[in-house]
């Protein structure tokens, strides 16, 4: 770019600053003529508020070195995202286009990767689970796992969307990952190959005379395969159930309401969707389906529910209602604690906003974002335990099941 260019960029950049504040201005008085203010703590937003972020987009535009590469649109959807974080709220979070397209293909369930959940606990990038016969869990990913790098990049402060972006690609093509993990004395480098990611649902197996059906997602398939699990439960002729959700990241809160209703009377509090006091409490009653009392009568069965630190959010739910209501004894490690509510907010065609509207509570009011599910039970899995195939957990679930 020329001099001539350079000027003309500079020139155009302080023009866009000035439509922006005359659309802003025209926004400001339009907006309190209809009693729509935008706000910040109550109160409505002024120009001169706004006059160090102009001040600095000039200053950037006029002085930094690299001002002729910058691309203006790409700094307008950075200052969105910052706007975004400033919540503090590792779900709050904006989409450009590419990012939008990725995350609606995500979770439409086809897209490539490696199969795991990823979030941000204790500051750390941290695996919440990886997928049943995922890449990432075949390459030895596991619950719990810092990640420190991906392909040499550093996530401090990373993004969890950035990270993704990273962790995706095509099929076949590979991603290296430095890891941090409970009781190795040194960092691990992990290479996982990219594949098609096929979500699992659901699983059953019979040990030592009690049922095991083990879930390792909530689709809006899980509730007719749960139904269909838990009639193969009654046809067993066994009374005593144990339901994996270890590794089970969640998914849709309706799954996690429906298959709760299998174990509760009409009525029962399953969880309470709190708004913060920015709109009437939403409360997820039981539909009343308690088949398992129906079948067997009061206490004339028994259940417990694994979890470990990859349960999340919808599994979460449902570990909570019934340890509440008595009906299940938790068995494992503490959850992972992700209790929050997520809205899809279209801002242009091409872009979104993620936005965390609401926190999930248990019957007993207890916010699950704060402090997970602890379990009645605490066993934990050594990594001997893994090297000899054992599984403690669930050995400690069949033994009170058989007391």
């Not at 987009?57 to 910058?70: G, Q």
């Not at 995500?106 to 490539?112: C, H, R, V």
């Amino acid at each position: 770019m020329n001099n001539q260019q350079q000027k003309f960029f500079s020139i155009a950049i302080v023009s866009l600053s000035v439509l922006l504040l005359t659309f802003f201005f025209g926004s400001y008085y339009g907006q309190n003529k209809a009693g729509k203010l935008p706000m910040i703590d109550g109160q409505p937003i002024t120009v001169e508020q706004f006059a160090p972020f102009w001040k600095v987009w000039n200053t950037l535009s006029e002085k930094y070195v690299t001002a002729t590469t910058t691309d203006s649109q790409q700094r307008i959807w950075s200052s969105i995202q910052g706007l975004a974080s400033s919540q503090g709220d590792p779900y709050t979070v904006f989409f450009p286009p590419e990012e939008n397209k990725s995350f609606k293909s995500d979770i439409s369930g086809n897209f490539e990767g490696v199969g795991m959940e990823i979030g941000i606990k204790d500051n750390f990038l941290t695996v919440v689970a990886p997928l049943k016969n995922s890449p990432a869990e075949k390459a030895g990913m596991m619950t719990g796992d810092k990640i420190l790098k991906i392909n040499d990049i550093a996530t401090n402060d990373l993004p969890v969307d950035k990270a993704v972006k990273q962790i995706r690609g095509p099929k076949g093509s590979t991603v290296k990952l430095l890891i941090a993990r409970e009781g190795a004395s040194e960092a691990l480098e992990v290479s996982i190959i990219r594949d098609i990611i096929d979500i699992p649902t659901l699983e059953t197996e019979v040990k030592s005379n009690v049922y095991v059906i083990r879930l390792f997602s909530y689709t809006a398939q899980s509730p007719e395969l749960f139904r269909l699990a838990i009639r193969s439960f009654l046809e067993s002729g066994l009374n005593k159930l144990v339901i994996d959700l270890r590794g089970n990241p969640g998914g849709y809160l309706d799954a996690a309401w429906d298959m709760s209703s299998w174990f509760l009377p009409l009525g029962e509090t399953i969880v309470t969707e709190d708004f913060g006091g920015k709109g009437e409490n939403k409360v997820y009653r039981s539909k009343g389906y308690d088949v398992l009392e129906k079948y067997f009568g009061k206490d004339k069965y028994k259940v417990a529910i694994l979890v470990n630190g990859g349960s999340a959010s919808a599994s979460e739910i449902m570990a909570g209602a019934l340890q509440e209501h008595g009906i299940a004894k938790l068995v494992g490690t503490k959850t992972f604690g992700k209790g929050s509510v997520q809205e899809l907010v279209t801002i242009t065609p091409e872009t979104s906003l993620k936005v965390t509207i609401a926190r999930w509570l248990t019957p007993k009011g207890h916010n699950l974002s704060h402090d997970g599910l602890v379990p009645d039970y605490e066993v934990k899995v050594t990594p001997k335990d893994l090297e000899l195939k054992k599984d403690p957990q669930l050995d400690k679930a069949v033994e009170i099941l058989q007391n």
